[in-house]
């Protein structure tokens, strides 16, 4: 890490754990006497922590506390509210102390006894403590002890309060200003209890109660008096820290002064309060608060949207035209009410042409307007924006060092300040940069040399290579064997630290709040002082296991531990370490030094472990530290030392002085140490004696030691010894034979009287002296001894079959680049050779395959008898493994197997038995000579080779050629070779399909978990099996896995095959395949440091993987075959439609007659149903529109005749009496006996026992074992393995529902998607009947299909299809070779439809110019597509010749094809309807060939309007139309009704009341031109109503009351009486042949009487200039004759209405003149019709004019309306639905024409006034709509006047008086 860094975001967030204030347990006080304190806390004694290098003073200086006046006390136990705190406190200077000031003036002072104190809980001393020098009281009542001063039972409630000292009383307090950082205060008795001494008491006693259970709550009252959570907030935003000056920036939420000072993280006591801060700390005084400030929003990146085109949709406060956008914002943040602004950066407001919008407080960011093209906005809102202020702390910091920065606000007018919480909550951490040590970059080495543990928390005592810190911390863990991964941050977190000042140094952690009689790991890591930390591999080393004690073993009294190591003073080569221990009671404490490496690996000992195996001290003065030295410690090798102690009162103790007695003493003169072997000097002073030696091994592992030394009986029982007779003693040899090479042995000596065995049944003399005499002189000849060559390790190597092999870390005396390293399958030859003693025989003392007969002499006689065991020699007894004695001399013991010692090693071929096969160079390992002959190696491919224990035996390379195998004798220990043992090879394991596969008994080395097995095809690539393709599959298709099994189980020993985790049955062909091995790579080992052992490296060796790689990968070692029992695979069987299946002969591998088969879709799981299935062809016809449509005729219905227990068997819905079938879990429907096989005695033969009738397609036939379920093969869940796929060939027909396929009659016929597995050169066959009966008649090809090319298609060919229009069945030909008779087609296939109109009403009438539908047809096939034409001739023609748009072919079919619209015909006439079918083009003529039958175009006319009178009989003689017949009918009904809305079927239009017979007239006479509605009058109000018409030779019953009317037939009006009396009126006179010339007459005065009326209005006018004016009457006087001239006035209007009526009179009678004899008639109508519109008008206008006044109240005049004004007010007609607008003629029934229907659709005012009660409809209205109709204005001799008839009128709504055609 770079100096000044901190190690990242972990490191800094363990940094701040820091700020606590108090540890993870326990308290922690610095306090100082003047001169000395002690501190009690609830009567128990606190100890000086001297582990603690530095004190904790919240500075930001080193303070060493070794060196310092203030001293650290440390407990475990962390402080309640109301627990006991006690000083006492005494000053061992005299009253008056000299100080020399800086002027070196010495001035004499009082010296009081004084004390300070501060706490990390908060407790400092002050006032708040109670102090007296009264040491203890009386007991309770009855009590002879006292009561001490710290005892919680003490009462000090007459104790007075503790006086504060001023600071300057005594210059010699502080020196080192370490307390300046700290509000606590010096504290001492109260003058007054001074009793005159100047300096007071030199000794008192102090008492305080700890108040609350926080921080703040501990802390002296004027600490917190004023802290609160109300203070100004306080935001740090900024620090930063340099060794010479730091800056902290912050932000307030209100006006304050602010103080900031810094704390070393290291030398923190706890967080600063505001008074400390504000005491030592820089200062802001009057700080600023937040402020109001413009900021632009934030975008959708988070970066500051300043420039836009959406501006803020809101309206705006206020606008300005200013100058920059600065202008703007002054503008907003200088309104209260502005809350956001809009600026102009480009353009301006195209409304008010400002640049500054303000916005205000209810405006939404979110709303914008559209983007412009011409504007950009900045657009800032105004937020109250903290404001940042800067404090400089000046002060020179170390560089490379971790701060804290805290802050505090007060308020500027409360006081009210920041409270620790606060404080602690704002604080800020920081390094800075530069270290002390820069160019050292190695991270610091933490080693931990030991320890103790107690019942509640864990010390050790460590060293660092860097000065810094030790941090430490512990978490528990089950057992011995679980390791927690701890890391630094993980290690920091728990904040359990000590500071080491000097590099090297040691300083002791107590990690506290442990639980008792539990285990822990405790680890450590250093921090260098530039922040570097110890690395991974580091604090590894430092994992230590401790347990805590138990509870039930006495409390372990060690407070504190120091240890030093430096050279012992008599033998400089070796180290002594010393051990500082500090103990809370006198007792024992033990002490046992072991090498760190065993303590690592297998834990520290508990407390009681170390009472017997430790150096035991006795303690006497607990003020005094204990030291306990340790001597003889091996330089540079690691030791750790765990002590544990206990209190003792040494009541109990005994010792006795040690007696010498005169016995032989052995001491050791020579030792020569072998391979094997040890020859040992032994010197005895007198004698006669036997000389005892015997060696032990120490013990490597679990932890390192040396073995206790043996006793007299154990030295006496041993076997190696020699006898010495000589009394004065001497020297005697001992051989120490077989022990193992390179190991550690203590070697003892023991010299025992020599005296003669005692007679049987007497004991044995007592030996002279003390045995503990004795076994004092064993212990002073032990002899630390190591064996020649390699360190035999009991655990052994590991390698693994499939990855490369090697042996590491070979340790041992005496190693070279020249020894070798051979592996063998039996025993190393070790002290097995030839003795080389011959017998008499001069036989034995070589090699030699001489026979043992002693008949054979070696070298005399017989020389061919050999030993049929092959050579031999003598050996010495327990040398071999397969000595014997010899049957001839028995003395001598022999080896056969020794002789094959002398063979040769390495090399390749055949070796004879004992040397490994598979590994190379026949077992001899390749030394690595760069490791010196500590490793060695089979080179770096894969070993693959039967997994065994093998021997590796070992030869020195400079004592012998390493040659033979004899060289190789020495046993370096035991390879255990992974894999499968060469039995597993040859072994055939068993699976069965369907079940799931267990390799059990798998025989195999070095078996564990992360080991897998493969199944693989039996190639001969084996193991090596690659992949042809890189598309094949990864494995065995249906084996869980692909064929790879689950991780080796070690509980069950095998291996199981899992699918997703769980179990799965196997499910793959009947077969032998082969088992290949991998397991994972050999555990790694590493040297144990400091030790000559080997350890596990720590590493979790890489598991097999769960797929196999192609070629092999780590799957290379061979492990037998798995036989699975199953079928194999077969080609797909083929069953047909309607036939029994039977597979015959399925192949696999242990077969039984019981297996049986089921028909599936996905082996082991139930089929479903096919669609359709049960509900038949209305889903089925759902689901595609694409394929064929289905019918309810399935073949339960319409195939063979079958029993109900088939059906059953089939999973039919139901049976044929329409009872239902029960559901079950089945094969594939169709299929008998659930889908199933019956069983068979024959193996591999399958059968169903009946036809098939599966809904056609491919399915899996799927394998079940007899003994695959216990319960038999009964569910498809038991059907697992699949055989091979089915096809059911066939039509695709269910029980219920068939396909339906339609050819249409008169057309070729051919089928096409045929559902089903149909083979190509199928066929078809149509029946008349049954499947097998003949064909019908007009059937093509004799009704049988041409054979189809692909299956799915079949054709009839050219022939069209004659047969008669139905359904018929299909029928399949199952053989589809030799189909040529109607009786070969048995598999029923569904139904045809042959499709054709069936019936047709043959006749068909349509109006003209009317779309029209032509219903009534029925057949087979019909369908909404089916298409009809209106053609001359069917088949022939074209479509314009029909005079029918759309060229004549139907808008729209209906009802399933029985009904189509047809457009409207432009003129009357007889066609031919065509009819053409969907299936078919449908475009041309002569596509439609089958006529439907004729079709009339005519009827009625629909605009003509008839007359008819009410109280008159109703007669229409003369009915306008074409093709009317005899027998039309009509049926009068309301105006409005739409007559199409009530066709045939349904029920008649609602006739009009009033009209005779409902309505309904009469059949209709004279070719259906004459219609009558009878006898009966017509009783309808006048009006005009809509008529509709039937057409009786259409109607499919003729016409009758019911109709059909569905046709429009015209209007009929009904008039009035009057108008009928004014039509039958008698005829007028002629006109008389003079009244032209009277007309001459009669205006030849006229001139005259215009000049005279000028004459008369000039004299007038000259009289009136002579009359003056008249005045204005009174304004008060009554006017007497006012109502009289109002009745005059309106008798005048009356009769200029009346005068104007007659003129209109008069007008048309001109205009009726002129016209001709022929248009008299309706000229006297009209004159009728306006007559009585002329009287309405009177009556209206005089209702009116009573109503209307003007303002003087006098009647107002309404101008008269004339006929050239009206059109400019002539009103719409409600009816105008019922108008046309082509001049179509008014008939009155005799079929003269007489008026324009425009005058017809006038509506009589007098009509306006019926209110009928039975609200009948109003007749048509007769006024005038428009003047457009040339012959209206034809008739009135009145020009045509475009204007006038485009002016509109009011609404018949309006309220204007209506209006008038006569004046």
């Given at each position: ?247 902290v920036k912050f932000t307030l939420g209100a006006k304050a002064h602010v103080y900031c000072g810094m704390v070393d993280s290291r030398y923190q006591l706890r967080i600063p309060t505001h008074k400390e801060l504000k005491h030592w700390g820089e200062s802001f005084r009057n700080a600023p608060g937040p402020s109001f400030k413009m900021l632009f929003l934030t975008g959708a990146k988070g970066e500051p949207e300043e420039f836009t085109q959406e501006q803020f949709d809101h309206p705006a406060l206020l606008r300005f035209t200013v100058d920059g956008r600065k202008a703007c914002e002054d503008r907003c943040l200088r309104n209260s009410d502005c809350a956001a602004m ?1522």
């Amino acid at each position: 890490m770079a100096p000044g860094t901190l190690a990242g975001p972990v490191l800094l967030l363990h940094l701040l754990s820091l700020l606590l204030a108090l540890q993870t347990s326990g308290l922690l006080l610095v306090g100082e006497g003047d001169t000395d304190f002690f501190v009690y806390v609830n009567g128990d004694f606190v100890f000086r922590d001297t582990s603690i290098s530095v004190l904790p003073m919240n500075g930001v200086k080193r303070v060493i506390a070794s060196t310092a006046t203030a001293k650290v006390l440390t407990t475990t136990r962390d402080l309640n509210a109301g627990d006991l705190i006690a000083i006492q406190v005494y000053n061992s200077f005299l009253n008056v102390r000299s100080s020399t000031n800086l002027l070196n003036q010495t001035i004499d002072y009082p010296s009081p006894a004084g004390v300070i104190l501060a706490a990390d809980d908060g407790t400092m001393s002050s006032a708040g403590f109670k102090c007296s020098i009264e040491a203890d009281q009386a007991g309770a009542l009855g009590s002879t002890g006292r009561i001490p001063f710290f005892s919680p039972q003490f009462n000090d409630s007459h104790w007075g309060y503790a006086e504060e000292q001023n600071p300057s009383c005594c210059p010699w307090r502080n020196v080192d200003v370490a307390w300046d950082r700290l509000n606590a205060k010096w504290i001492g008795i109260p003058k007054s209890a001074w009793y005159g001494n100047i300096s007071g008491p030199r000794q008192f006693f102090c008492r305080h109660r700890v108040t609350g259970n926080s921080t703040s709550d501990r802390m002296p009252i004027e600490e917190t008096e004023r802290a609160t959570l109300g203070a100004p907030a306080l935001n740090i935003t900024e620090v930063k820290v340099a060794t010479s000056m730091s800056q902290v920036k912050f932000t307030l939420g209100a006006k304050a002064h602010v103080y900031c000072g810094m704390v070393d993280s290291r030398y923190q006591l706890r967080i600063p309060t505001h008074k400390e801060l504000k005491h030592w700390g820089e200062s802001f005084r009057n700080a600023p608060g937040p402020s109001f400030k413009m900021l632009f929003l934030t975008g959708a990146k988070g970066e500051p949207e300043e420039f836009t085109q959406e501006q803020f949709d809101h309206p705006a406060l206020l606008r300005f035209t200013v100058d920059g956008r600065k202008a703007c914002e002054d503008r907003c943040l200088r309104n209260s009410d502005c809350a956001a602004m809009v600026y102009h950066s480009f353009g301006k407001d195209l409304t008010t042409n400002t640049n500054c919008k303000l916005l205000d407080t209810t405006f939404n960011a979110s709303k914008r307007k559209p983007p412009s093209d011409y504007e950009t906005f900045q657009q800032m809102i105004k937020t109250w924006v903290p404001v940042e202020s800067t404090i400089t702390i000046s002060g020179e910091l170390l560089p490379g060092t971790i701060y804290f920065t805290y802050c505090s606000a007060e308020d500027v007018i409360t006081g009210n300040h920041s409270n620790i919480s606060v404080i602690e909550g704002a604080v800020d951490v920081k390094r800075t940069q530069g270290c002390f040590d820069c160019g050292n970059t190695n991270p610091p080495n933490i080693t931990v040399l030991g320890g103790f543990a107690t019942q509640q928390s864990i010390g050790l005592v460590a060293s660092t290579s860097r000065p810094g810190r030790i941090f430490c911390a512990a978490v528990q863990i089950p057992f011995m064997n679980v390791t927690v991964t701890m890391d630094s941050a993980t290690i920091r977190a728990q904040n359990i630290f000590n500071i080491l000042t000097d590099a090297g140094s040691s300083g002791g952690v107590t990690i506290p709040g442990l639980t008792p009689g539990r285990l822990y790991q405790v680890q450590c890591t250093a921090e260098a002082d530039g922040g570097r930390e110890s690395d991974q591999a580091d604090i590894d080393r430092s994992r230590r296991k401790i347990y805590t004690e138990s509870t039930e073993v006495s409390t372990v009294t060690i407070n504190s531990m120091k240890l030093s190591v430096a050279p012992m003073p008599r033998d400089p080569s070796k180290d002594e370490m010393t051990i500082l221990l500090q103990v809370s009671a006198a007792g024992y404490i033990w002490c046992a030094v072991m090498p760190s490496a065993n303590t690592r690996s297998n834990g520290v000992p508990s407390g009681m472990a170390l009472r017997n195996i430790g150096q035991r001290q006795k303690v006497t003065d607990i003020l005094q530290d204990a030291i306990s030295l340790v001597n003889d410690l091996t330089r540079n090798f690691l030791y750790d030392v765990f002590c544990t102690a206990e209190e003792n009162d040494f009541k109990n103790e005994t010792a006795g002085d040690s007696v010498l007695s005169p016995f032989p003493i052995a001491t050791i003169h020579a030792v020569e140490v072998g391979y094997d072997n040890i020859a040992v000097t032994v010197n005895v002073n007198k004698g006669p004696a036997v000389a005892y030696c015997q060696v032990y091994p120490w013990a490597l592992r679990p932890t390192t030691g040396r073995p206790a030394p043996p006793t007299v009986d154990i030295m006496v029982a041993g076997k190696d010894k020699a006898d010495l007779d000589l009394a004065q003693g001497g020297y005697v040899s001992v051989e120490i034979k077989g022990k193992l090479s390179g190991m550690n042995y203590d070697l003892y000596c023991y010299a025992d009287e020599k005296v003669p065995a005692p007679p049987p049944g007497i004991a044995a003399p007592p030996r002279v002296g003390q045995v503990a005499q004795r076994e004092f002189h064993i212990r002073e000849t032990r002899t630390e001894l190591q064996m020649k060559g390699p360190l035999f390790d009991e655990l052994g190597w590991e390698c693994t079959s499939g990855h490369n092999c090697s042996i590491d870390n070979v340790l041992g005396v005496g190693l070279s680049a020249d020894d070798q390293l051979m592996l063998r399958q039996d025993s190393c030859p070790g002290r097995c050779r030839c003795n080389h003693i011959q017998d008499v025989y001069r036989k034995g003392g070589e090699c030699a395959a001489i026979s043992q007969d002693p008949v054979v002499i070696s070298g005399v006689g017989i020389t061919d008898k050999t030993d049929p065991l092959g050579p031999w020699c003598y050996v010495d007894p327990g040398t071999c493994p397969d000595e014997r004695r010899s049957a001839i001399l028995p003395d001598l013991v022999l080896s056969y197997k020794v002789c094959t010692y002398n063979a040769t090693v390495g090399g390749s071929g055949t070796f004879p038995k004992g040397y490994p096969y598979g590994f190379p160079n026949g077992g001899v390992f390749t030394t690595v000579r760069q490791a010196g002959g500590r490793a060695f190696t089979f080179g770096p491919q894969p070993i693959v080779a039967p997994g065994y224990s093998y021997s590796m035996c070992w030869c020195n390379g400079t004592e012998s050629p390493c040659k033979q195998e004899s060289d190789f004798r020495i046993r370096l220990g035991a390879l255990s070779f992974a894999g499968p043992t060469a039995a597993q090879e040859n072994t055939n394991m068993t699976c069965r399909v369907g079940l799931p596969c267990v390799a059990r008994y798998f025989n195999g080395i070095g078996l564990k978990r992360g080991s897998r097995i493969v199944a693989l095809e039996d190639t001969a690539e084996g193991c090596y099996l690659r992949k042809q393709n890189p598309s094949d599959l990864p494995g065995i298709r249906g084996f869980p896995n692909w064929g790879v099994s689950e991780s080796f189980n070690n509980v069950t020993r095998e291996y199981f095959w899992y699918e997703n985790g769980s179990s799965a049955p196997l499910v793959v062909p009947g077969k032998v395949y082969i088992l290949c091995w991998c397991g994972p790579p050999r555990q790694g080992m590493v040297k144990a440091p400091g030790k000559e052992y080997r350890k596990p490296d720590g590493t979790t060796p890489e598991p097999c993987p769960a797929v196999r790689a192609d070629g092999g990968g780590k799957f290379m070692a061979p492990a037998g075959r798995l036989v699975v029992i199953g079928p194999v695979l077969s080609d797909t069987v083929q069953c047909k439609l309607g036939v029994e299946c039977v597979v015959p002969d399925v192949q696999g591998i242990g077969l039984q007659g019981s297996d049986r088969l089921n028909v599936l879709e996905t082996c082991g799981k139930p089929a479903d149903p096919p669609p359709g299935w049960s509900d038949g062809f209305a889903m089925l016809n759902n689901r595609s529109a694409s394929g064929p449509r289905w019918t309810s005729a399935g073949w339960m219905t319409h195939g063979p005749k079958l029993s109900d227990e088939m059906l059953i068997s089939f999973g039919v819905p139901s049976l044929p009496d329409g009872s239902s079938v029960a559901k079950v879990p089945r094969g594939v429907y169709g299929f008998p006996n659930l889908g199933m096989t019956v069983p068979h005695p024959v193996p591999g033969y399958f059968s169903w026992g009946g036809p098939t009738w599966a809904y056609a397609g491919t399915y899996v036939l799927c394998w079940c074992g007899a003994d695959a379920t216990t319960q038999g093969c009964n569910s498809p869940a038991d059907f697992l393995a699949p055989v091979a796929y089915m096809v059911v060939n066939g039509p695709g027909v269910l029980p219920l529902a068939g396909q339906v396929h339609r050819c249409v009659r008169g057309r070729r016929c051919e089928v096409l998607n045929f559902n089903g597995t149909q083979p190509a050169a199928s066929k078809l066959a149509i029946a008349s009947g049954g499947c097998g009966t003949p064909t019908p008649h007009g059937a093509p090809n004799n009704g049988q299909s041409f054979a189809s090319a692909d299956g799915s298609t079949f054709r009839w060919g050219d022939d069209p299809i004659m047969v008669d229009p139905g359904l018929y069945k299909l029928c399949w030909c199952p053989s589809i070779s030799g189909c040529n008779r109607y009786d070969n087609y048995q598999s029923y296939a569904g139904v045809l439809e042959v499709k054709a109109p069936v019936k047709s009403p043959m006749n068909f009438f349509c109006p003209v110019q009317t779309n029209c539908n032509i219903t009534g047809l029925t057949g087979v096939g019909l369908n909404d597509m089916d298409t009809i034409m209106v053609l001359t001739v069917c088949g022939q023609g074209s479509p314009a010749d029909s005079g029918f748009t759309n060229g004549g072919k139907s808008l729209l079919t209906y009802d399933q094809g029985t009904k189509f619209v047809i457009p409207a015909a432009s003129r009357e006439g007889v066609y031919q309807v065509c009819w053409c079918a969907a299936e078919q083009t449908c475009i041309n003529p002569w596509d439609y060939t089958t006529s439907l039958g004729r079709l009339d175009v005519g009827g009625p006319d629909a605009g003509f309007t008839y007359r008819c009178f009410e109280w008159e009989v109703c007669t229409i003689t003369d009915l306008q139309g074409k093709s009317l017949s005899e027998g039309d009918r009509f049926i009068a009904v309301k105006p409005g009704t739409v007559c199409r809305d009530y066709p045939y079927g349904g029920p008649p239009p609602p006739f009009q009341p009033g009209f005779p017979n409902d309505g309904v007239a009469l059949p209709s006479t004279n070719g259906g031109k004459e219609h009558t509605w009878g006898s009966d009058l017509l009783r309808a109000p006048p009006g005009r109503y809509s008529l509709c018409w039937c057409n009786n030779r259409t109607a499919p019953e003729g016409c009758t009351e019911k109709g059909p009317f569905d046709i429009p037939g015209g209007f009929v009006r009904v008039g009035d009486s009057k108008e009928f009396q004014y039509i039958t009126r008698p005829e007028d006179n002629p006109p008389r042949q003079s009244d032209f010339e009277l007309s001459y007459l009669l205006a030849a005065p006229l001139p005259l009487l215009f000049c005279s009326a000028i004459c008369f209005g000039v004299k007038k006018l000259v009289t009136r200039r002579g009359i003056p004016d008249p005045e204005a009457p009174p304004l008060f006087e009554p006017q007497a004759n006012a109502r009289a001239n109002r009745e005059q006035q309106m008798r005048d209007s009356v009769n200029k209405d009346v005068q104007e009526v007659l003129q209109t009179r008069v007008r048309v009678a001109a205009l009726v003149k002129s016209k001709t004899e022929k248009q008299n008639y309706g000229l006297l109508a009209l004159y009728g019709l306006l007559r009585r519109n002329t009287t309405t008008v009177e009556k209206v206008v005089k209702t009116e004019d009573s109503k209307v006044r003007d303002k003087k109240g006098e009647p107002k005049r309404k101008k008269p309306k004339t006929f050239e004004s009206s059109d400019e007010e002539a009103e719409d007609d409600k009816d105008d639905e019922a108008e046309t607008d082509d001049g179509r003629q008014i008939s009155d029934g005799s079929g003269s024409e007489l008026a324009n229907s425009d005058i017809e659709e006038e509506k009589l005012d007098d009509f306006e006034q019926i209110d009928h009660v039975e609200k009948l409809p109003e007749p048509p209205s007769t006024k005038f709509k428009s003047m457009r109709n040339s012959r209206i204005l034809k008739i009135l001799d009145l020009p045509e006047d475009d204007d006038a008839c485009s002016k509109g009128s009011p609404s018949s709504g309006s309220s204007q008086t209506p209006r008038s055609y006569y004046s």
